[in-house]
């Protein structure tokens, strides 16, 4: 009988396996061989750490969002809390947001394919989408929706939700379709010169879409 290494370098490898097959596939159309087959591992041995195909994805969602809310929205903006009656203030806490999205995004200490689970994952409903939206996307969208009621007291739902959007849109299509848009802009990366025209780019529109003029950042920061 085989005997399976308790490792967490094993388990490592399993879990990226998986994460690399769902991103490239989908979560419903990895099969455990193509799993145990990527990870170079007996197809045992995701039984013996985690129990089963099934607790596998789970892991993969709970390391992504384990590594996402190592950084939580809230503690972005939280240097800006005390100037949020300022345009200066709220134009800060909007780009500190931004900042951070592209940041998880596009660490390249992270492997790649933790973009594309989320992508994957929010293509079909099941209970690893529930997982991901509970622990993930709700703090998120409540934090920025609190932080759009205190800069426009009158903005509705409908509209907050179409700014949070407005915020996250350009990211997320950066990461879904990153190989057309690599290719197309022929490199093998995002340059930090290219993230930080896509960060002014979505500040800017978000604070026109708030009615945060230049103007009034500018005339609030010389003060």
Not at 8 to 31: C, K, Y
Not at 64 to 72: D, E, Q, T
Not at 94 to 111: G, W
Not at 151 to 156: A, P, Q, V
Request: net charge negative; aromatic share 6%.
């Amino acid at each position: 009988m085989k005997k399976y290494a308790s490792s967490e370098h094993t388990r490592q490898t399993l879990i990226d396996a998986a994460g690399e097959l769902a991103a490239e596939m989908g979560f419903p159309n990895v099969s455990t061989r193509a799993i145990a087959l990527r990870a170079n591992e007996n197809i045992g041995s995701i039984h013996y750490h985690f129990g089963g195909k099934e607790q596998l994805f789970e892991a993969v969602v709970q390391e992504v969002i384990k590594r996402c809310n190592a950084n939580p929205v809230s503690e972005a903006i939280e240097p800006f809390l005390d100037v949020l009656d300022t345009p200066s203030g709220q134009s800060g806490a909007i780009r500190a947001i931004v900042k951070r999205e592209i940041a998880l995004i596009f660490d390249p200490n992270h492997p790649l394919w933790h973009s594309r689970v989320i992508y994957q994952l929010m293509q079909q409903k099941s209970q690893l989408q529930d997982m991901m939206v509970k622990e993930l996307f709700e703090p998120i969208v409540d934090t920025m929706t609190s932080l759009l009621k205190r800069i426009d007291s009158k903005i509705d739902s409908q509209a907050i939700f179409l700014v949070i959007t407005q915020i996250i849109s350009p990211i997320a299509s950066h990461a879904d379709y990153m190989s057309y848009c690599l290719k197309h802009l022929k490199t093998d990366h995002y340059s930090a010169e290219y993230l930080q025209k896509m960060e002014n780019m979505i500040v800017r529109q978000t604070e026109l879409l708030l009615g945060l003029t230049s103007e009034k950042v500018e005339s609030n920061l010389l003060k």
